[in-house]
């Protein structure tokens, strides 16, 4: 099966060498079950015990501030801010009853704020096919250190591709995810340098308008609802929008290989070509 997969197979515990020669290596996402059983995280991590454990806990998130009903992504890159609260108070405007749905504690490197949390969930390191051969301080380099997401029902993450092979671990709530490949760039009108930087696209996948991005009519997406408990991989450079269809909780572990920076060489070259124009004063 070639990377431009229409479905998402879900599989149950599968070895760290099956996974990888069937998903890593051939660049083709997979839902993994089972691997989260016996994680403290998916029974206890809720808003609630977030509220009443870590209220003082520091964090930062996504804002978007615009009072434009779409989710525009070219919009949403222009009218985010990074902003700092206490958890609990994060929590409380949540619960609030008001719309806080633009509001979202995102890429949170929770362990670092509370090194405690560790210990409810387990290392998902043997699946990232690390060589074990690697000098230790390259081993580390490889892995980033896992991220946070939190927010409330209806938080949306407009698409884009990353730059790392992502496990994406759903730990409380569900998640509707689309995911496009990456032989469908063009259709996503890549590369936009416009929004900042070239991993983004300009278009609104769940609300397309086809008028200005007629090339979105050639698209083929992939639905993925994504259960608690449940891993999605998420190869490097595929294109990925998600959707909290109640309050969520997730937590991302990306990782490094030789094969991921060799498919990112090319979004890296545009965007170090635009950047370099832009101060020649040869691009706007």
């Not at 808003?47 to 009443?52: G, N, Q, S, V």
């Not at 595929?238 to 909780?249: D, E, F, K, Q």
């Not at 030789?258 to 691009?283: C, E, Q, T, V």
């Amino acid at each position: 099966m070639s990377e431009a997969v229409q479905r998402i197979e879900r599989v149950e515990r599968p070895t760290p060498r099956h996974f990888y020669e069937h998903y890593v290596r051939l660049n083709r996402p997979v839902i993994l079950t089972g691997l989260t059983d016996s994680w403290n995280a998916t029974t206890t991590w809720t808003p609630t015990y977030f509220r009443a454990n870590y209220p003082h806990a520091k964090v930062m998130f996504t804002a978007w501030e615009s009072a434009a009903p779409s989710n525009d992504p070219t919009d949403y890159y222009r009218n985010r801010r990074r902003l700092g609260t206490r958890l609990g108070r994060f929590i409380d405007l949540m619960n609030s009853g008001e719309d806080f749905s633009r509001n979202y504690i995102s890429q949170f490197p929770v362990f670092r704020q509370l090194p405690q949390l560790r210990d409810d969930i387990k290392p998902l390191d043997a699946f990232m096919n690390i060589p074990p051969y690697y000098p230790a301080a390259l081993q580390a380099r490889l892995k980033k250190e896992p991220t946070l997401w939190f927010g409330p029902a209806g938080t949306v993450t407009p698409v884009h591709f990353d730059s790392a092979h992502n496990l994406l671990v759903q730990i409380h709530g569900r998640k509707k995810l689309i995911l496009i490949p990456p032989q469908q760039s063009r259709s996503l009108y890549y590369p936009s340098l416009n929004l900042g930087h070239v991993n983004y696209s300009p278009v609104d996948i769940e609300a397309p308008d086809f008028d200005r991005f007629p090339l979105f009519k050639n698209a083929r997406p992939i639905e993925v609802m994504l259960e608690p408990g449940e891993v999605l991989f998420i190869p490097v450079r595929w294109w990925h929008y998600a959707r909290g269809l109640a309050p969520t909780i997730s937590l991302n572990f990306w990782w490094f290989s030789a094969d991921s920076l060799r498919r990112m060489w090319h979004p890296y070259f545009i965007y170090k070509g635009s950047r370099f124009m832009k101060r020649l004063g040869l691009n706007r």
